[in-house]
Nanobody
Framework: QVHLFESGGGVVHTGDSLKLSCTTS????????MAWFRQAPGKERELVAA????????VSAHSVQGRFTAFRDLVKKTFYLRMNNLKPEDTAVYYC?????????????????????WGLGTQVTVSS
């Protein structure tokens, strides 16, 4: 299991941008597939975006395509979620998740159960 620490959440207005970070001390970070999930009050945890461990394949939820981008910096051992044009419906706790050697198949959305390591989450609140 790898320890993950999210940061970057906050309270913003509709149309604003935020960049979430997920850092780890895991020396084998490059071997981990990564994902961002979110959970709003009263709703199930849902995938936002995921990145495969090799070749950087990505997949993202339809609701965030064109607005959110997931990417990683192997030197800094950090996984990011850049969020543009935020909407009130993006309000949720955002969680970082990881699983070693997890690949991403184009068009196939990973499930929360596919990831074994989780951070504690960071709150994002978008006011109208």
């Amino acid at each position: 299991q790898v320890h993950l620490f999210e940061s970057g959440g906050g309270v913003v207005h509709t149309g604003d941008s935020l960049k979430l970070s997920c850092t780890t001390s895991e020396t084998r970070f490059s071997t981990y597939g990564m994902a961002w999930f979110r959970q709003a009050p009263g709703k199930e945890r849902e995938l936002v975006a995921a990145l495969g461990w090799n070749c950087g394949q990505t997949v993202s939820a339809h609701s965030v395509q064109g607005r959110f981008t997931a990417f990683r910096d192997l030197v800094k051992k950090t996984f990011y979620l850049r969020m543009n044009n935020l909407k009130p419906e993006d309000t949720a706790v955002y969680y970082c998740a990881a699983r070693q050697f997890r690949t991403i198949v184009p068009g196939v959305f990973p499930r929360a159960e596919d990831f074994g390591s989780w951070g504690l989450g960071t709150q994002v609140t978008v006011s109208s």
